[in-house]
């Protein structure tokens, strides 16, 4: 079984401060991959990033870096100098070796990202 | 650029009733999704696609029915709605390869079940 847990249900940072979201995953999968997704308060969801189990480089892009720490099951995610439009709700996700060629997203909870102007 | 086309963006149903969330894509994905997402639960996976008359159950599938005829639709019926189904509905699409890639999702059918 897999399971991906976002302990923070909601964050409030003012605006320009750096804020991390937690991602913890659980899976029995060698091979798997882990994504970022956002939601914005318009609703839709975006995708971020893609990672998979045999990478684990840090990657940056812009103001949002994600870190990945297979030996703590982590997948976090960091947005340095936070604006008003990085409110939304943001939800990590997994993906295991079983569910490829058929992208099944075991989600988190998310996390609400609130920005303080 | 449509995308992925989910229709109604709103709905309300009493208990007992029946109705079908469409759901249309035009980028040619083969596989498609229905999740619903619901408050403090995150998305769940309630029925998937992996291409044209192939469908699968996913987490929670109970009350709802789906059908793929074709590459571009998979509408999601729910046959009698009951007040536990009240939620945010997403349609999803990917290309199918070899690696798990990104969901492309609908703007999301709210839906109240009174």
């Known amino acids: 079984a897999q399971k991906v847990t976002q302990a923070q249900t909601e964050i409030s940072v003012v605006e320009k401060e750096d804020v991390t979201l937690d991602c913890v995953y659980e899976t029995r999968d060698t091979t798997y991959y882990l994504f970022w997704y956002k939601q914005p308060p318009s609703g839709e969801l975006v995708f971020l990033i893609r990672r998979n189990s045999f990478d684990e480089q840090n990657e940056i892009s812009g103001r949002y870096s994600w870190n990945f720490q297979k030996s703590t099951s982590s997948f976090n995610f960091t947005i340095t100098a936070s604006q008003v439009v990085d409110s939304a709700v943001y939800f990590c996700?997994?993906?295991?070796?079983?569910?490829?060629?058929?992208?099944?997203?075991?989600f988190g909870t998310g996390t609400r990202l609130t920005i303080i102007p | 650029n449509a995308g992925v086309t989910q229709t109604p963006k709103f709905q309300v149903l009493k208990t007992g009733q029946s109705m079908t969330l469409q759901c249309a894509q035009d980028m040619n994905h083969e596989y498609m999704s229905w999740y619903r997402q619901d408050p403090g639960m995150g998305l769940r996976l309630i029925h998937y696609s992996v291409g044209a008359g192939i469908t699968d159950q996913g987490e929670v599938p109970n009350g709802y029915n789906v059908s793929r005829s074709t590459t571009e639709d998979f509408p999601l019926r729910l046959l009698s709605a009951a007040p536990s189904q009240t939620s945010v509905y997403f349609c999803a699409s990917s290309p199918t390869s070899a690696e798990p890639g990104e969901l492309f999702f609908g703007e999301g059918s709210r839906l109240t079940v009174l």
């Open positions: 996700a997994l993906s295991g070796l079983s569910n490829f060629g058929n992208e099944k997203l075991t």
